[in-house]
């Protein structure tokens, strides 16, 4: 996967980049996030070699990425930044890397003020330029002058440094006419194309994995009169993108793709949210369309914001429109391109309408002077920074109702700012009952569970039950959300249950008739949803993590051992194994051959084998295979997964496909060669639909040492 979202950033062209390709976290990230920044990982050689290492070496000497993120932990007592073991001999000299190194934000300073590897801002500078860490994205280097006075490093490291930034300004052509850089003429025209969009859509369909099924699935249209579609997930388009994601042009959320579908046929889709993701949990929401005008007479959408270029807001604003995001942050590493980067000051006035009555809370981050008034009184008024960063008030608001608000922002001294408005949406206490009701009148009801990126994330505020920091700290699914499967499922009617999640969830699957996991679904994921629940789309999904049965079946976050981790490593029963997927047909395997029974280092295998659709409906089978070693030693592999390809089939169609691999696949760490070896010994090669069903098996022997 690393490969092709290389490839797919940094383009084909032979003289060109289309964009920088960044490896992020080199390497083994990052420990608990709230010890991000004092973490010290130490997995043993062989953990570190064949699992924390083979994505990015992968990713530099297959894919060619041209750039690496260095991490905010140590790596065996040496700040990531600092390494010279992870950015200079291994990344550079083992594997060729021809790039620059970038550290996160300000991964430098924690070099000197959160590991104390360095006495001051100078020393980092230079002993991270000199472990090979080109860039930092943040202050620090600031102090490479002083370093330099102190002879701390040398012209040279900077010059080295420089070069290996400047030459991917030029690999992107930015020093080049444009007419001759073909990524130039990509402009806004390509932006969700019908290709993309086709293919967003084809990406949803293959990678939603059905988990369960007793038949349920798929839907005859026909027998349905209503569904109820509850749960906190069914209308969100947070649980759409992930993390770190564009923003969807035309986003189709689960309940809007099933009323695309089954309204026009003249089904019943009734929604009720029923319960929030997390009990405790209030989303900091934007501003919806239509609840922000520049003026009480609801003419123009959006607040009125005004940006000047002085401290007193004086003058004619250098910027004057409406705007529907009511914040802005910016920074000399973060681009805001209509305001500037020193001296700013920020206006938004207008007024706020209300979707429904309720009692609103309303939310304010800023990092500088700010002032907020809102219906007319004064909320925030701080000369300087406030003394909390984020302030909440409360309002009660009728609907259809105008609320004038006005926001100032002061810019501080430095080159950044912060400001943002968000509310909490008004609690329905009959949101519950409204949900069960809903559910006693359908047909069939489909829940909406799961997470999204509001509680998983990279350094997050949310500290509630199973969840600290952006990490979680339980796998199973909410208490409350557990509740409402409980007792939706005591009613004894057809329940489809739809899993939203990053990762890997536990739960009570005996409560549902059928499993969908959506994960992140995408911008036509409602669509995909709705085809495979009505059967237009047949699921093929395979689960690329473990979905274990229990907490206790894992060790502590803190111990970075592969032990007992993994489908490679793990020696319990899971809830859903690693490669698992359904499908509403059936497929057998039989005829396994290799093409040799015996191969040295470095040869490749192909593996034949006949797959045969043993249903009724036109499916795609994700043939897989596996290697153990016969006889497996202590701290190896129980099983590795060593290729896979994707087949389709018509209903009794049979098909020989043929997957080859590299025997190197098949290589061991070794402390004492300091490298890989493809050692004399036996693997048993399985092909099958996932890690735990072997539906044909063959002995592989390897002849000789690499």
């Known amino acids: 996967m690393g490969v092709a979202f290389v490839r797919g950033l940094q383009g084909t062209d032979p003289h060109y980049l289309k964009t920088v390709a960044t490896l992020k976290h080199y390497a083994v990230h990052s420990g608990p996030e709230s010890l991000r920044h004092v973490f010290d990982a ?15 070496r992968m990713g530099i000497e297959e894919g060619h990425a041209m750039s690496v993120m260095s991490v905010y932990n140590s790596i065996y007592g ?18 060729g890397f021809q ?76 020093f080049d006419p444009q007419d001759q850089v073909p990524y130039s003429s990509i402009g806004a025209d390509q932006i969700n194309t019908p290709a993309s969009s086709a293919l ?54 689960l309940l809007a793709g099933l009323r695309a579908k089954l309204e026009p046929l003249g089904v019943k889709v009734l929604h009720e ?63 805001a391109e209509d305001v500037p980067l020193r001296n700013a000051c920020l206006r938004w006035s207008g007024v706020i309408l209300a979707p429904e009555d309720g009692e609103y809370e309303f939310v304010l981050s800023a990092d500088s002077a700010v002032k907020l008034e809102l219906g007319g009184s004064v909320v925030v008024d701080s000369p300087t920074a406030p003394a909390t960063k984020k302030v909440l008030h409360k309002l009660k608001l009728k609907k259809g109702t105008p609320c004038p608000v006005l926001l100032e922002y002061r810019q501080g001294k430095r080159d950044e700012g912060n400001v943002q408005l968000r509310w909490h949406l008004p609690a329905r206490s009959d949101a519950y009952e409204a949900a069960m ?11 909406t569970l799961g997470i999204t990126p509001d509680l998983e994330g990279e350094e997050m505020p949310v500290k509630l039950a199973g969840f ?38 536990i739960l009570d699957t005996s409560k549902a008739n059928a499993l969908l996991c959506a994960w992140y679904y995408g911008q036509n994921g409602g669509t995909a949803l709705a085809e495979i629940l009505l059967g237009e789309t047949n699921p093929s999904g395979r689960l690329p993590v473990t979905f274990y049965a229990s907490d206790s079946d894992l060790p502590p976050f803190t111990d970075y051992s592969m032990d007992g981790r993994t489908y490679r490593y793990f020696k319990g029963k899971p809830l859903y194994a690693f490669g698992h997927g359904l499908s509403y047909t059936r ?120």
Request: aromatic share 8%.
């Open 468 to 505: 600290d920091g952006g990490d979680r700290t339980s796998l199973q699914l909410p208490a409350i959300q557990k509740r409402l499967l409980a007792d939706v499922a005591a009613l004894g009617k057809p329940v489809t249950v739809v899993l939203t999640t990053g990762s890997a969830l």
């Open 587 to 706: 497929f057998g395997y039989d005829g396994m051959q290799l093409s040799t029974p015996a191969a040295s280092a470095g040869e490749t295998v192909h593996v034949r084998v006949t797959v045969h659709n043993m249903g009724t409906k036109a499916g795609e089978e994700v043939v897989q295979l596996y290697a153990s070693e016969k006889g497996t030693r202590e701290g190896r592999a129980l099983r590795q997964l060593i290729a896979f390809q994707r087949v389709a089939l018509e209903p009794g169609e049979r098909k020989q496909i043929e997957i080859p691999f590299s025997t190197n696949r098949l290589a061991h760490w070794d402390e004492k060669a300091d490298g890989f070896v493809v050692e004399p010994t036996s693997y048993e090669i399985v092909a099958g639909p996932s890690s735990d069903v072997p539906a044909q098996t063959s002995v592989l022997s390897i002849k000789a040492k690499l």
């Open 273 to 335: 949210t029923a319960v929030p993701l997390l009990e405790g949990y209030a989303k900091d929401e934007a501003f919806a369309k239509g609840t922000l005008f520049t003026s009480a007479d609801l003419s123009t959408p959006g607040l009125r914001f005004e940006v000047f270029g002085n401290s007193s807001f004086e003058g004619k604003p250098l910027d004057d429109k409406p705007d529907q995001e009511v914040g802005r942050h910016w920074a000399f590493y973060i681009f």
């Open 99 to 174: 790039g620059a190194v970038v550290g996160d934000v300000d991964t430098i300073r924690d070099v000197w003020r959160s590991h104390k590897y360095s006495k001051d801002a100078a020393e980092a500078s230079a002993v991270t330029i000199k472990a090979g860490n080109e860039l930092c994205s943040g202050e620090t280097y600031k102090a490479l002058p002083d370093a330099l006075k102190r002879g701390l490093l040398s012209e040279k490291d900077v010059d080295l440094a420089l070069t290996r930034l400047l030459k991917l300004r030029f690999l992107l052509g930015q």
């Open 437 to 447: 009701a809903a559910a006693r009148q359908a047909d069939h009801i489909v829940l």
């Open 200 to 253: 967003a859509l084809k990406a949803a369909r293959q990678s939603m994995v059905l988990l369960k099924n007793d038949g349920t699935l798929p839907w005859d249209a026909k027998k349905l009169h209503t569904v109820a579609v509850l749960g906190p997930t069914a209308n969100s388009e947070t649980a759409l993108i992930g993390n770190y994601a564009g923003t969807p042009v035309a986003p189709v959320t």
């Open 78 to 95: 040496v700040p990531g930044p600092a390494s010279s073991l992870a950015l200079t001999e291994i990344l550079r000299k083992r594997w």
């Open 42 to 56: 130490r997995p043993s050689p062989r953990d570190f070699w064949e699992t924390y290492l083979p994505a990015f």
